[in-house]
């Protein structure tokens, strides 16, 4: 899972892949209008705290792990719950991927990354994100839309720019989590064989 906003904001989008798809909620209000769009569709307005719930509890039906790329999306997840047992049961099925990449980059190159960027651990297995969807493209592309939803405008009201980075930002939290996927295959290939499911 992944979650997008800017950094002085609650986030505004929660993006998850499950069995090689992607499903994508907007959490706040003011981007309702932003809903299942064009090039942007199955991306609902959800309530937060309820969505984090759902989550935790398919990976506890299903047996599996809530990954996201660093723990800040985990410190997104633990303020969305608001009652402790929920927290407890979500750090039971967390799982920081950072934690299983580091290893395998040491393994490899016989150092510690540089740094432990999504962008970085892409770039290394060959598989670089495009430019215009990757890094630093998300904080300004919300703040263009956010601006025009605050004057009162409605999606089909945005100018073009506007839209176009509604999906720009939606692409980049599905390349995010397609990214997360082809690392983590990647690097727990010794282990699961090539095959391996994560």
């Known amino acids: 899972m992944d979650y997008e906003g800017n950094v002085d904001q609650l986030p505004n989008l929660l993006g998850w892949r499950i069995d090689g798809v992607n499903h994508g909620a907007i959490l706040d209000n003011d981007f309702a209008s932003c809903a299942d769009r064009y ?17 935790v509890l398919l990976a506890e039906l299903e047996d599996r792990r ?38 395998w980059y040491r393994k490899t190159y016989g150092h510690t990354p540089p740094e432990a960027s999504l962008h970085h651990f892409l770039t290394c297995i060959g598989r670089p994100q495009p430019a215009r969807y990757g890094q630093a493209v998300v904080g300004a592309a919300l703040r263009l839309v956010r601006g025009q939803l605050r004057e009162g405008r409605e999606y089909a009201q945005l100018t073009p720019k506007a839209r176009a980075s509604w999906v720009k930002v939606v692409k980049h939290n599905r390349l995010d989590l397609e990214g997360m996927q082809l690392v983590l295959q990647a690097v727990t290939a010794p282990w699961f064989g090539a095959q391996g499911k994560v």
Do not use: F, G
């Open 66 to 103: 809530v990954v996201s790329w660093s723990e800040h999306d985990w410190r997104h997840m633990m303020a969305a719950l608001s009652t402790t047992d929920w927290q407890a049961r979500l750090c039971l099925v967390y799982r920081n991927a950072i934690k299983t990449a580091r290893p």
């Open 39 to 55: 090039r942007a569709k199955d991306v609902l307005l959800e309530d937060h705290e309820e969505q984090v719930r759902r989550l």
